[in-house]
């Protein structure tokens, strides 16, 4: 069974940093292309971040370029999301996903983890 | 970059009813990478739809997409209560890689 399971949230005050783990299993992890998308609580889905199997390419959402990064350790089958200068507006859940499919990098999202919280505020 | 307007916002109908959910593309969408995903509240997305029109493995087959180039349709056929839920449209298809969502459609069950 494949599961994803988010872990790094909380509160970090606005200019902070704050590292975010999904923690893949279930699955063959180098395998896949994987995502993570964000949501304000109470409003929509926002993709943020997705990064192809080996780790060799990477793309990012205007309204983080430049400050968050993404990156796995196919060894220990866990993707990360490094979140630097952060703002108020960076505050939601934000999800891991997966690739439906492992031969192409443009595969819609088939499974998702249960969000991890960021909260920024002072 | 590809923008997806979905209507209505919100969709009010009673059990058995049939839902129609539109999601419109402001550029076409190719090879009709469109995917519509479900989210119950205080859960996770759920794959529903991709290629427009392919149902995700478990999904009932009272979920069914369509439609192609800018405009894509998700009906669900007979409503039944367990389907109160946002849907979303997504694409991702587009060069360069960006993955957008539509704001999506609340389906309430009356």
């Known amino acids: 069974e494949v599961q994803l399971v988010e872990s790094g949230g909380g509160l970090v005050q606005p200019g902070g940093s704050l590292r975010l783990s999904c923690a893949a299993s279930g699955f063959t992890f180098s395998n896949y292309w994987m995502h993570w998308v964000r949501q304000v609580p109470g409003k929509g889905l926002v993709w943020v971040s997705r990064i192809n199997s080996d780790g060799s390419s990477t793309s990012y959402a205007d309204s983080v370029k430049g400050r968050f990064t993404i990156s796995r350790d196919n060894a220990k089958n866990t993707l990360f999301l490094q979140l630097n200068s952060l703002r108020a507006e960076d505050t939601a859940v934000y999800y891991c996903?997966?690739?439906?499919?492992?031969?192409?990098?443009?595969?819609?999202?088939?499974?998702w983890g249960q969000g991890t919280l960021v909260t920024v505020s002072s | 970059e590809i923008v997806l307007t979905q209507s209505p916002g919100t969709l009010s109908l009673s059990p058995g009813e049939r839902a129609t959910l539109s999601c419109r593309a402001s550029?076409?969408?190719?090879?009709?990478?469109l995917a519509w995903y479900q989210q119950k509240p205080g859960q996770a997305p759920r794959l529903l739809i991709y290629g427009a029109s392919s149902r995700a493995t478990g999904i009932p087959d009272r979920f069914s997409g369509s439609g192609s180039g800018t405009d894509f349709t998700l009906t669900i056929s007979r409503l039944e209560p367990e389907d109160l839920a946002v849907y979303y449209c997504?694409?991702?298809?587009?060069?360069?890689?960006?993955?957008?969502f539509g704001p999506g459609t609340k389906v309430d069950i009356k």
């Open positions: 550029q076409s969408v190719s090879s009709s990478y």
């Open positions: 997504q694409q991702y298809g587009s060069s360069p890689p960006l993955f957008t």
């Open positions: 996903a997966r690739v439906l499919s492992s031969s192409s990098g443009y595969s819609p999202l088939g499974y």
